[in-house]
């Protein structure tokens, strides 16, 4: 019994016992609250994404001469905003100027898609590379506002564009399709805009 009270009585023991158990604790909060603070920033860029969704893969592996439309923001000295691209002519931009293979093409351009990010480019390279600027028409966006079937009905006679669209009509038209994550491009016979 005396060694239980001379532990008890002995001056400082127990603020030296307090600060090696606030020590230990210290020691293992630290990497644990590391580990919980990057998963959860991890979470927050990856959760929300559509990578390998099922129409990034159909319109991004389409190599043809006449390949699907790709709709993304540029920024350039002289302009920013949408344009549409061909898929093929997208890809031999990036190709020529980043040196992007194709692999690397799928997954840079998956990602820029998917966080909405912009691409820089010259002026030049809006024409050289064919990217076509997006105005906003009006007609489009009150049709795109009653939903996809009906503006796909209203626009398309079956998978082909009906005819008297202008060429900005057109394009606003290829845009909100994209939105809507519907691949659309120029048949190679018929030279007319087609869906699916």
Known sequence: MKTNIAINTEPGLKSRIYCMKSISRKHYGIPVLISVLFIILNNQF???????????????NDFDTTSYFIAVDIKSPFYKGRTIIENNNLYLFLNKTKGFHKQRYLSYMERTLTHHRA?????????????????????????ADRGRD?????????????????????????NQLFYWE???????????????
């Open 46 to 60: 990856t959760a929300c994404t559509n990578m390998n969704s099922p129409f990034y893969n159909q319109v991004l």
């Open 119 to 143: 691409l820089k480019v010259t002026d030049k390279d809006i024409v050289v590379w064919k990217f076509i600027k997006v105005s906003e028409v009006e007609s489009v966006i009150h049709i």
């Open 150 to 174: 009906n503006f796909v009905a209203n626009y398309f006679n079956g998978t082909v564009l009906i005819t008297g669209c202008t060429e900005k009509e057109q394009n606003a038209v290829i």
């Open 182 to 196: 519907i691949p659309a491009k120029i048949g190679k016979l018929t030279g007319e805009l087609i869906i699916g």
